[in-house]
């Protein structure tokens, strides 16, 4: 198996250029790591004392990297001289983490070549590494392990079905190589010990404390604050005089926006914000034409504050075309959408549970435990098509108290879960 994976990477890696003559991601994926042993050799050199290594964190894309963030942050607590690096597979993943300024590193990883793999530690030497939920790299792993560096695997979460065939394989030989596997549920591990592999911790999900961390301190936008509130509301705030109640869809796909067009139509008491996954304008004319009418956000912060307001206190759909601010914006909802549910899988619905707000999402969610959770328990609900969409609705914006129920269902829901980063911290040595 190690040798038919070594022909796979090395044809893989030779086969980019050629690629990237056709394909725009692949081309991406070239440019945005060429030169970059040159770019790591240049900025690793502003490390003071190269015995000191940096704590190494490798992210697939900008999911696993935002969920990795309670844990970045609190080992730079605990230690503010410790440096640390952060890798992604995804150059839109690595594009979006430059901003982020609780690092010291980012970079793209190389890819897992034996050659690059060796060249990469040799220049980084991690003091740990953290490999966020899954992007199992056989060299990368192989090679911590001989070269007995310490490896974690955090926020892990399992299904029988990864462990069948000639995959199952190949994950029962790289999960041995960390020195210990943290996973969010007991059911992960279980069924990691029942393929031997003993060196698991039942953690819980970082998503959660995550998730907590930004409802805890949400940020105001002044103008989305506008849209959800009535032009004449007092200084209460808008719980209390709130006329429309608000869904925020977020992440949403073009079969997700036609649902809740349909919606729209046949049950307009509500005011929609719209955060769609693609922000492209071919994307955007679709959604406009779906909701004749609705604003847009990067057109309405660029007018001036008199008019922009005054457009605002009578749209009743609001398009967030940006990435960045959905997190946040929960904070406004009353109800959520969260797309993906027809297609390959919902997006993150934890982001609005955290504020208290109830989900609606699509059929396609049994691989995210979560979902399956909350819609058991009452804060989450499960649609198929229009009917389901106003059933749900009806039941949560047509009386308060339902609301309410299903609103503390979903804080509860979060409470009960987070903490997942103290209980990694005290399993693992961090005096580096």
Same mark, same amino acid.
């Given at each position: 198996?190690?040798?038919?994976?070594?022909?796979?990477?090395?044809?893989?890696?030779?086969?980019?250029?050629?690629?990237?003559?056709?394909?725009?991601?692949?081309?991406?994926?070239?440019?945005?790591?060429?030169?970059?042993?040159?770019?790591?050799?240049?900025?690793?050199?502003?490390?003071?004392?190269?015995?000191?290594?940096?704590?190494?964190?490798?992210?697939?894309?900008?999911?696993?990297?935002?969920?990795?963030?309670?844990?970045?942050?609190?080992?730079?607590?605990?230690?503010?001289?410790?440096?640390?690096?952060?890798? $992604?597979? &995804? @150059?839109?993943?690595?594009?979006? #983490?430059?901003?982020?300024?609780?690092?010291?590193?980012?970079? *793209? +990883?190389?890819?897992?070549?034996?050659?690059?793999?060796?060249?990469?530690?040799?220049?980084?030497?991690?003091?740990?590494?953290?490999?966020?939920?899954?992007?199992?790299?056989?060299?990368?792993?192989?090679?911590?392990?001989?070269?007995?560096?310490?490896?974690?695997?955090?926020?892990?979460?399992?299904?029988?079905?990864?462990?069948?065939?000639?995959?199952?394989?190949?994950?029962?030989?790289?999960?041995?190589?960390?020195?210990?596997?943290?996973?969010?549920?007991?059911?992960?591990?279980?069924?990691?010990?029942?393929?031997?592999?003993?060196?698991?911790?039942?953690?819980?999900?970082?998503?959660?404390?995550?998730?907590?961390?930004?409802?805890?301190?949400?940020?105001?936008?002044?103008?989305?604050?506008? $849209?959800? &509130? @009535?032009?004449?509301?007092?200084? #209460?705030?808008?719980?209390?005089?709130?006329?429309?109640?608000? *869904? +925020?869809?977020?992440?949403?796909?073009?079969?997700?926006?036609?649902?809740?067009?349909?919606?729209?139509?046949?049950?307009?008491?509500?005011?929609?914000?719209?955060?769609?996954?693609?922000?492209?304008?071919?994307?955007?004319?679709?959604?406009?034409?779906?909701?004749?009418?609705?604003?847009?956000?990067?057109?309405?912060?660029?007018?001036?504050?008199?008019?922009?307001?005054?457009?605002?206190?009578?749209?009743?759909?609001?398009?967030?075309?940006?990435?960045?601010?959905?997190?946040?914006?929960?904070?406004?909802?009353?109800?959520?959408?969260?797309?993906?549910?027809?297609?390959?899988?919902?997006?993150?619905?934890?982001?609005?549970?955290?504020?208290?707000?109830?989900?609606?999402?699509?059929?396609?969610?049994?691989?995210? @435990?979560?979902?399956?959770?909350?819609?058991?328990?009452?804060?989450?609900?499960?649609?198929?098509?229009?009917?389901?969409?106003?059933?749900?609705?009806?039941?949560?914006?047509?009386?308060?108290?339902?609301?309410?129920?299903?609103?503390?269902?979903?804080?509860?829901?979060?409470?009960?879960?987070?903490?997942?980063?103290?209980?990694?911290?005290?399993?693992?040595?961090?005096?580096?």
């Amino acid at each position: 198996m190690t040798f038919f994976y070594q022909i796979f990477i090395q044809l893989f890696n030779f086969s980019l250029p050629v690629a990237s003559l056709f394909n725009k991601k692949a081309r991406l994926f070239v440019r945005s790591r060429k030169d970059l042993f040159r770019d790591l050799e240049t900025r690793l050199s502003q490390i003071s004392s190269p015995d000191s290594g940096p704590v190494w964190f490798h992210c697939a894309s900008l999911g696993e990297f935002e969920q990795a963030k309670p844990l970045m942050e609190a080992l730079k607590d605990r230690n503010n001289q410790l440096k640390i690096l952060v890798t $992604f597979f &995804s @150059p839109s993943g690595y594009e979006a #983490g430059k901003n982020y300024k609780g690092i010291d590193f980012l970079f *793209l +990883l190389p890819v897992d070549t034996k050659s690059n793999v060796r060249r990469f530690i040799d220049m980084v030497k991690p003091s740990q590494v953290f490999f966020v939920k899954y992007d199992f790299w056989y060299n990368y792993l192989n090679e911590l392990h001989t070269r007995k560096i310490p490896g974690y695997l955090v926020s892990a979460n399992f299904r029988e079905e990864q462990f069948q065939g000639l995959y199952g394989r190949y994950l029962r030989s790289v999960l041995g190589f960390f020195t210990k596997i943290f996973v969010q549920n007991e059911l992960s591990a279980k069924i990691l010990n029942g393929h031997n592999i003993q060196h698991v911790n039942v953690s819980g999900d970082l998503r959660f404390d995550k998730v907590a961390q930004t409802a805890a301190k949400p940020k105001k936008n002044t103008v989305v604050e506008f $849209f959800t &509130s @009535p032009p004449n509301a007092a200084p #209460g705030g808008r719980e209390e005089h709130v006329k429309s109640k608000i *869904l +925020l869809c977020g992440s949403t796909w073009l079969p997700d926006e036609e649902i809740i067009a349909e919606f729209h139509r046949l049950s307009p008491g509500c005011k929609l914000l719209i955060a769609p996954h693609d922000i492209s304008e071919e994307h955007i004319v679709k959604i406009i034409a779906l909701f004749p009418g609705a604003l847009r956000f990067s057109l309405i912060s660029k007018e001036p504050a008199t008019a922009a307001l005054d457009k605002l206190k009578d749209a009743r759909v609001f398009i967030i075309d940006n990435i960045g601010m959905l997190s946040g914006l929960y904070r406004y909802a009353d109800v959520a959408y969260i797309g993906g549910g027809f297609g390959v899988g919902i997006h993150n619905i934890l982001e609005a549970v955290a504020f208290g707000v109830p989900v609606l999402f699509g059929p396609n969610h049994r691989k995210f @435990p979560e979902a399956n959770e909350i819609a058991e328990q009452g804060g989450g609900f499960v649609i198929a098509n229009t009917a389901d969409f106003q059933k749900a609705m009806g039941l949560l914006v047509s009386d308060d108290k339902n609301l309410k129920i299903a609103s503390a269902i979903c804080k509860d829901f979060v409470g009960q879960r987070k903490g997942a980063t103290g209980r990694i911290l005290s399993a693992i040595n961090i005096s580096q």
